[in-house]
């Protein structure tokens, strides 16, 4: 049967009747997703998410495709048929769309319950298109199937559409909770996207078919504008592939853009009749194939730029990774060395091998001392790479803080009365659960280092404890930090500008190791002072 | 083995498109082979017989009159050929259609937009009982 009231398209597709916005949405909008389905899919085939984002492009593509025969179209065998298919690919859509957000989000594929669900989901539509309780009969006065569709068409795939809108939006946001930072852009961007995409489409598309259906409006032209969603959908997926190279389809990506909106002024001749729009638009499409030439090559050349960054910054990972192993090497080689030397001493103090002649004790005490001193240090190297490569774990106790800080003190104080210095302490009773071996470790090491910077004078410690809080500080008296110099005082290796002018020994390890160890205790670590000669200010701050 | 395993892997996918393609070539088969379906038109209508629904062509600006058809597709006589609105043969139903009833115009099957034919007072009615019958019932 063919609709009597209608002329037969033009070229299979082109009616003059037709108003032009039909076909400025419907061809780009079909363009688009044919072109950014083709790119996506084919830029990494064996990708759950391409693949899936490429569904989403067929989905809409056969929507739009359909739709568009159901406009043109005026033989009722060719408009039921792409009719009945209408609904199935929306859908898909709904569907598609939730699978893929699970699949973006998760970085893997979904379990086969949730494939299941999906499945069910889709069944009724899939089943019942073909059947007369989807489409039942056809006007061949309206050219349109309206009022010949069961629920199953008129509500079910926007319902399903809804769904699935507010499926992705609880993904989206329970996953931007816990996302890292560098994600949770691209969640938000992702997030956007899809969810305009799915507004646009179901809400104008619902609208356009209920009040067509209850005769409010004389056809479904309202539907057509929710076909720039899937340009402002592909706008975002671009988006993620150039900057985050997500879908690996990074420079192809900026060429798609650029054809995209090539065929959307293009498509603007269809309908302009006006001669000045005609030359805006000429001066558009100059334009925009001026500009997305610039684009297309700035973006080749920063791809270019950041693959060679990428291979350089993995260079780099790989020699730093090389550093670390021949550092453990050759201070495991050389602190069993030094060892086995410190052990040959202390045999010689102790009298192991007989009597010292008096001349030879201060040798070997020196020797002693030094060797002590050297496998510390080699110690110190060998903790700050095992820190650096993630191999210290942490046994955590309950333990008294006061007593094992007083424990500390009173190892160092000769120490520092060897200085002249005067080695205080004010402890509160703390009980602190935390791997005490390490944060001995920590609280002896700033210490140490405040009684080694400070020449003259007195190194006060002083231990509290609030509601939120404890506190562990050390006052000194001693060489004070310069602001350039705080900057790198808790790096690795970060020496201030004269502190080997005061402490030749120092191996910059120290206050990165105490750092690392605070952190681990999820508390933190930093220094105050006024300046270079004015003292320095230590505070630990642990949870309670 | 490995078939298995990738039938496994992938039988979702494999599922669904085995279904769309079901889908595809069942609409085919109903709509453009078997004509299963129904379809409303404007059938041919004497308003002096019936009371016609009264339009008026866009082109032309000729009024003329027609009665709503509601048909199976099978069942639309094949002398018809694809265009049944001139078609004397499909503007009545049958014994033995499927589906079939002829709507009338009147104050309760008239839709806002649309008008109905003005009797011609002089020309007998022979039917003129019919004529305020909103839809004739299948034959």
């Known amino acids: 049967m063919i609709c009597p009231y209608f002329a037969e398209p033009l070229y299979y597709f082109y009616v003059p009747d037709l108003p032009g916005l039909f076909y400025y949405t419907y061809v780009p909008a079909m363009v688009v997703a044919l072109v950014a389905g083709t790119i996506i899919f084919l830029s990494d085939r064996k990708s759950l998410p391409n693949r899936l984002l490429a569904a989403i492009c067929l989905s809409f593509l056969v929507w739009t495709f359909c739709t568009f025969i159901t406009w043109t179209n005026i033989h009722s065998d060719t408009i039921l048929f792409a009719w009945s298919l209408l609904f199935p690919a929306a859908s898909f859509l709904s569907i598609f769309s939730v699978y893929f957000t699970y699949v973006f989000l998760q970085r893997k594929d979904v379990g086969f319950r949730l494939k299941a669900i999906f499945t069910a989901l889709l069944a009724p539509q899939l089943l019942l298109a073909p059947t007369a309780y989807s489409l039942s009969g056809f006007n061949l006065t309206q050219c349109d199937a309206f009022g010949f569709e069961g629920v199953i068409n008129t509500v079910y795939p926007h319902v399903l559409g809804v769904f699935a809108m507010l499926w992705i939006l609880v993904l989206l946001v329970q996953h931007y909770r816990r996302a890292e930072p560098g994600f949770k852009k691209q969640i938000a961007l992702m997030g956007t996207g899809i969810e305009l995409f799915l507004f646009s489409f179901f809400v104008t598309g619902f609208l356009g078919q209920y009040l067509t259906t209850i005769g409010f409006l004389p056809d479904s032209q309202l539907e057509t504008y929710g076909y720039f969603g899937m340009i402002v959908f592909v706008v975002y997926i671009t988006i993620l592939m150039v900057r985050y190279h997500t879908f690996h389809a990074s420079f192809i990506a900026a060429q798609a853009l650029t054809a995209g909106l090539f065929i959307l002024i293009i498509s603007q001749f269809a309908f302009i009749r006006n001669s000045t729009n005609i030359l805006l638009n000429l001066i558009a499409l100059l334009l925009t194939t001026v500009m997305g030439f610039i684009l297309i090559r700035s973006v080749k050349r920063e791809i270019e730029l950041r693959q060679h960054v990428e291979v350089l910054a993995k260079d780099l990972e790989k020699s730093n990774q090389q550093q670390i192993i021949l550092i453990h090497f050759i201070t495991h080689q050389i602190k069993g060395f030094v060892s086995k030397s410190r052990n040959i001493f202390a045999g010689l103090r102790e009298g192991d091998y007989g009597v010292l002649p008096e001349a030879m004790v201060p040798m070997v005490e020196e020797g002693f001392r030094s060797d002590t001193k050297g496998a510390q240090t080699i110690q110190e190297i060998l903790n700050a790479a095992n820190i650096k490569s993630g191999k210290v774990s942490y046994v955590k106790e309950s333990f008294d803080l006061k007593a094992l800080i007083q424990e500390v003190v009173n190892d160092l104080t000769p120490t520092a009365a060897k200085k002249g210095l005067q080695l205080t302490s004010t402890l509160d009773d703390v009980t602190l659960t935390g791997d005490k071996t390490q944060l001995v470790n920590a609280f002896k090491n700033l210490i140490d280092n405040s009684i080694k910077y400070t020449p003259s004078g007195s190194v006060a410690v002083t231990l509290n404890k609030t509601d939120k809080a404890i506190h562990f500080e050390i006052k000194d008296t001693g060489v004070g930090i310069t602001e350039e110099d705080m900057k790198n005082l808790f790096t690795e290796g970060g020496h201030g500008k004269n502190s080997q002018k005061v402490n030749v020994e120092s191996t910059g390890f120290g206050l990165f190791i105490v750092k690392n160890i605070v952190e681990a205790h999820n508390g933190k670590v930093w220094a105050e002072s006024e300046g270079e000669g004015k003292g320095s200010l230590f505070i630990v701050e642990l949870p309670v | ?139």
């Open chain 2, 1 to 139: 083995m490995k078939l298995f395993v990738s039938l496994g892997k992938h039988f979702f996918f494999i599922f669904l498109t085995l279904l769309c393609a079901l889908v595809v070539v069942a609409s085919f088969y109903r709509f453009v082979i078997r004509h299963d379906y129904n379809v409303e038109y404007e059938a041919v209508c004497n308003p002096a017989e019936q009371a016609c629904f009264e339009g008026t062509d866009e082109n032309t600006g000729d009024t003329y009159f027609y009665a709503k058809v509601h048909k199976y597709v099978p069942d639309v006589p094949a002398e018809c050929g694809r265009s049944v609105s001139d078609c004397q043969a499909a503007s009545i139903c049958l014994p033995g259609d499927t589906d079939c009833s002829i709507t009338y115009c009147s104050n309760t099957s008239k839709l806002d937009s649309e008008v109905c034919a003005e009797i011609v007072p002089n020309e007998p009615l022979d039917t003129a009982p019919k004529s305020v019958t909103d839809t004739e019932p299948v034959l």
